[in-house]
């Protein structure tokens, strides 16, 4: 399992936040490794809150050659040229369009290295919102099934893993209709890894 993806300096994107791609690679190994307890630890990277998780066919280091591609264009080739461009119209973020038509949003990072922070943009084309809590459970259901542990998603099921694993709240009921449903189903038809 990967703590992070590989991608160039100096952008940043949590691909475990962000990237249905690598997030699908990193299920599909959990069959070699074996260790789902492994999984809280990257995990905790998805943080608490709601986010946009691409899921279009570009690789994180697409989308980072896209970018920088982007600010080269700009002659932006510094931290301090791209903190200016940033802030130009008194908002702090841009917003730059890849050639698959999503929106990615380009933050200052904290990291002097990885000072481009990137996330796709809220409602972007080849994206979905989804909630931490989902995107956690939909992660763990999908690994304990590569491994054999369950092999249907029920109420109990989801919630005894949501305990065990994620330290959350029981679901009143799990129907094909819910967003942990809609994010199973995205994340099995995805077939590329990121």
Known sequence: MDENCQIPLPINLNCWKHHAGFIK???????????????????????????????????????????LDCLHRKKIFSALLY???????GKYYQLVELK????????????????????????????????????????????LEQLGEIKSFETETINNIRKKYLDEPPLKSFSGASGISRLLDLLREINRAG
């Open 83 to 89: 903190k200016d461009w940033l802030s130009k119209d």
């Open 25 to 67: 690679k990193q299920i599909d190994s959990v069959k070699e490794t074996k260790e789902p307890d492994q999984l809280k630890f990257y995990l905790l990277k998805i943080g608490e809150s709601q986010m946009d998780l691409y899921f279009g066919e570009y690789s994180p280091v697409r989308i980072s050659e896209q970018i």
């Open 100 to 143: 698959d038509k999503s929106i990615w949003t380009l933050r200052l990072g904290d990291d002097a290295e990885r000072y481009v922070h990137i996330h796709p943009g809220r409602y972007s084309p080849n994206t979905v919102r989804v909630k931490a809590t989902t995107l956690k459970t939909a992660i763990f259901l999908l690994c």
